[in-house]
């Protein structure tokens, strides 16, 4: 498994997302709470941008009337027709085994040694690094 | 169009109460007094019009009174002539127009001792669902609990079109009484009339107010499914009834793709809506709408998914076919024996006890 710097740590700071294209793949890269999430940047349904997507939480139920919430912004939704997608797995919510979009591992490093195209990389400060 | 197999369940007719008369002796004493002094009329509502053509077969009709207020004349004429082991008698009489809840409990109670004295005492083919009001979900359950003493009632009855959607929790009580008694809902094409019939507005025409009735079916199961229903209530199955059964794989794939963009709205809903249904809800084949080329009828059907949904009913004494000609078109002799016999079976617990 190659690694490819995807952003600087400062890009992509707690609650925000980015897309980046590297190695030819388009990668949305989510960062919830100092965790970094990666998506392949189209929703498997029509190709939607999930990184234009809006986060929200997992909701689940036991019974009707009950919103049991957790994971809060864990959860993107699509923006073209609001499939949800769960940022650790890339499993859609509706159907998790039959519709879900890749997902990557990612990883912080100081990304010496390492080829990147579209980031600058100085020999200070951390960077985003996407597997695959 | 082939006649049923022999021994068919038929799983929709219609005995007429004759006059608000024949219920009197029904009533509870302070119900028949003011049913006197208020001089209650008949409730008869503007669904099956006398002389329209869906509410009695011209050689079905009596010339006095209504067609299927006869007990000798549904034996020959729905009984003997389509050869049925079983029929469920769903009495559509207006119990369900009522505004006071407490004299739509009384004529709902006697409705149901009306059918078990006049019809079920007297003709072991048939069985009935339990009429019940609506208009105060707490008395539909005590009245469920009290028929269903009774293993000849088979199911609970409902209109389509009621106060609200059918899936609110208002009507939950009714659902839990089902559930517990083992009976299926049956929901009936017809309304309270505390709405127009169609979304936009009244109609002008019978034919309009026909055709309404498929979308008040779709809107109710969608109600049904969305409210969780079926979440809360997994013993619970539901029967339509006179729905018509054409629209139900396409009205349910669009359930399903707003369902996949909204799913976090109604968590509870944890399956595609055709899977829920598949499950949960049956259907009655008259009036059926069907493509005009009976091949492709069997196709429509591949799109259920499921051989399971459609149950016969022959809808006597309405009008919808010729002579005993009550199965359509296009369906295999296999697909027959499901619809007019297992399937029934599968459905009503009751019935399948009855055989075995
Ligand atoms: S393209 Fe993503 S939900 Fe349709």
New interface residues.
Partial sequence: MAKHIAAKVEDIPPGTRVSVEVAGRKVAIFNVDGEYFGLRDACPHMGGLLSEGVV?GL??????????YSRGGEIV?CPW????FDLRTGK????PKRWKTHSYDIEVGDGKEMHAETVDVSTEGDYVIVKF | MPYPPVGAIDCDLHPAVPSIKALLPYLDDHWRDMVIQRGVHELDSISYPKNAPISARPDWKPEVGKAGQDLVRLRKEALDGFGTKFAICNCLYGVQLLYTEDMAYAFARAVNDWIATEWLDKEPRLRASIVVSPQNPDYAAAEIDRMAVDKRFVQVLMLVMDEMPLGRRRYWPIYRAAERNGLPVGIHAGSAYRHPVTSVGWPTYYAEDSAAQSQAFQTTLTSLITEGVFAEFPELKVVLLESGFAWLPAHLWRLGKFWRGLRMETPWVDRHPLEIAKDHVRLTIQPYDAPPRPDDLEKLIEHFDSDEMLLFSSDYPHWHYEGNNAIPDGISRALQNKICYDNPLATYPRLKEAVT
């Fill in positions: 929200i909701v689940e139920a036991n019974k009707p009337g009950c919103y049991n939704r027709h609001g499939w949800e859609s919510r509706f159907d």
